[in-house]
């Protein structure tokens, strides 16, 4: 069919679903102002998407007595006669009477010519409830912690940051091939895994190890997988530090990145088709922003209306790219609005406002049936990898500087001390038992046997076809003819 032919016919189907059903018209919507059941003023820290949708009427086609579908997905977005508002100012003093009944609302027409400015000229704020010291801020808004709950958190992120180095240093050894840290981003692995269900799907992207920490993933299993031997669930054909957890709902995870992000919504979507109380919580870096994959993922979850909290990890770096020459938006919170979902910018190095925003977050994901995207400011401490020397890209004292100055870990262990719940006894107490375990942990991996060989080839189909049998052939024929130069420790 030639392109002219399409569009006739596209604009014939498009006016009969018109006159049928009044297609232009359809939608309604209202203005949100602040529905989150949270009653405090954190709901009013979330920058609106811009509309909130009314549920209560489906509106269905009636193409014939024998057929027709639902315009809902499951609770469609519906427009309402609102939306113009949303876009209007104090100054218009045009005719509101002409309009453009336009898809998803009505549009004023206006006698000046008007461009969208590229920014608002002031930076969208950054919620936070802990000063550098381990202050409450005075009028500060949050979820209350128990003793029990902040002293589990602090010790997680200390034993996240005593694994890190002790992995990193065992790659320096050549004891591993290759590790990647969390150092600097504790708070936001650690606290925002203390905010959610463990029925929450975790699609992560590759610097949350702590998440599975706090759900109970042993350091025994992190070095395992992180050695690749045959107790490693993945059977060591990942990378090290690309682990995954079935009984913990962790997503196992991969190399490419932003791949997580659509894949988060379908399942997000599925949670909501079955009607389950849980979302999914999706990572990425401000990197993982500039790919087509986090556009595509933001769209598709607003107009799903699926379940699912995207957190970004803004650690100003990408590798080696400022985000300074990543985008020239207000970082990645404003990215929210343009696609139609409730977004918030958190203090990422601060406990209690991660913990806070995200618990938020969860709620009204879960309760409204909505993304919510939140933007988390921190600073990748460590090197992107350990093939990566990040003193080649950026000043050392700048690394210093938030390392000592706004260091997570030290920022709510100071809180955590303030309320009478820490002590410097505890803290040896709990860092010579972490580094026990880890030390001892790699020594039980390094022993273990490998994976077979013919782990090479299964798991892929139920019954292995003619090429694969021939490869296996072929590389078992090829290991006999020269033993030498193939690892002795993996059993044939």
């Known amino acids: 069919m030639t392109m002219p032919v399409w569009l006739a016919k596209s604009r014939e189907i498009t006016h009969s679903l018109n006159r049928k059903v009044g297609f232009m018209g359809i939608l309604r919507q209202k203005f949100w ?20 949708e009314d549920h209560s009427t489906p509106h269905v086609f009636p193409f014939n007595s024998t057929c027709s579908f639902s315009l809902q997905r499951f609770k469609s977005t519906q427009a309402s006669n609102q939306l113009e508002q949303l876009y ?10 002409q309009a453009l009944d336009f898809p998803g609302g009505k549009v004023t027409y206006i006698p000046e010519m008007r461009f969208l400015s590229e920014s608002s000229g002031k930076r969208i704020p950054c919620y936070r409830v802990l000063n550098e010291n381990g202050e409450i801020i005075t009028g500060s808004d949050y979820e209350q912690l128990s003793e029990e709950l902040s002293v589990k958190i602090y010790s997680n992120m ?5 694994m890190d180095t002790v992995f990193y240093e065992a790659q320096r050894q050549g004891r591993i091939s290759f590790y990647l840290t969390s150092a600097g981003e504790e708070a936001i692995n650690i606290a925002s895994a203390a905010a959610l269900s463990a029925d929450d799907i975790i699609l992560p992207q590759y610097r949350e190890p702590g998440i599975l920490l706090w759900r109970g993933f042993t350091i025994q299993e992190f070095a395992n997988q992180c050695l690749g031997n045959k107790d490693d669930y993945g059977k060591g054909r990942q990378m090290p530090i690309h682990y995954g957890s079935k009984k913990h709902n962790f997503v196992t995870i991969s190399s490419p990145i932003a791949t997580q992000l659509p894949q988060a919504v379908g399942i997000a ?3 909501k088709m079955d009607k389950k109380d849980a979302c999914v919580v999706t990572y990425t870096g401000d990197g993982g922003t500039s790919e087509g994959d986090f556009h595509a993922a933001l769209n598709f979850s607003a107009v799903t209306e699926a379940p699912v909290v995207f957190i970004c990890r803004n650690n100003g770096w990408a590798i080696s790219t400022h985000i300074s020459e990543q985008f020239r938006s207000d970082g990645i919170v404003v990215r929210g609005r343009a696609y139609g979902i409730r977004s918030i910018r958190v203090d990422g190095n601060d406990v209690l406002a991660v913990y806070s925003a995200i618990h938020a977050a969860r709620e009204m994901a879960i309760s409204e049936q909505r993304p919510v995207l939140v933007e988390a400011l921190s600073y990748r401490v460590g090197h992107h990898s350990t093939s990566d020397d990040s003193t080649k890209y950026r ?13 997570p870990v030290n920022r709510f262990r100071n809180w955590v001390e303030r309320n009478g719940w820490w002590s410097e006894e505890k803290e040896s107490e709990l ?9 001892q942990a790699i020594q039980v991996a390094e022993q273990t046997e490998k994976p077979p060989l013919e782990d090479l080839f299964s798991d892929v189909y ?6 694969l049998r021939e490869q296996e052939k072929q590389l078992r024929e090829t290991i006999y003819r020269h033993p030498q130069d193939y690892p002795s420790h993996v059993p044939l």
């Open 33 to 52: 102002t602040s529905s989150s059941s949270r009653p405090s003023s954190l709901s009013s820290i979330f920058i609106p998407a811009g509309i909130h």
């Open 88 to 97: 209007s100012t104090d100054d218009d003093d045009h005719d509101n009477s």
């Open 158 to 162: 200390v034993s996240l940051q005593m």
């Open 269 to 271: 979507y599925s949670l």
């Open 395 to 407: 000043p050392v004292d700048e690394i210093v500087y938030w390392k000592m100055e706004r260091n």
């Open 431 to 439: 860092r010579s038992s972490v580094k026990k375990q880890l030390l």
């Open 462 to 467: 139920d019954i292995r076809p003619p090429n």
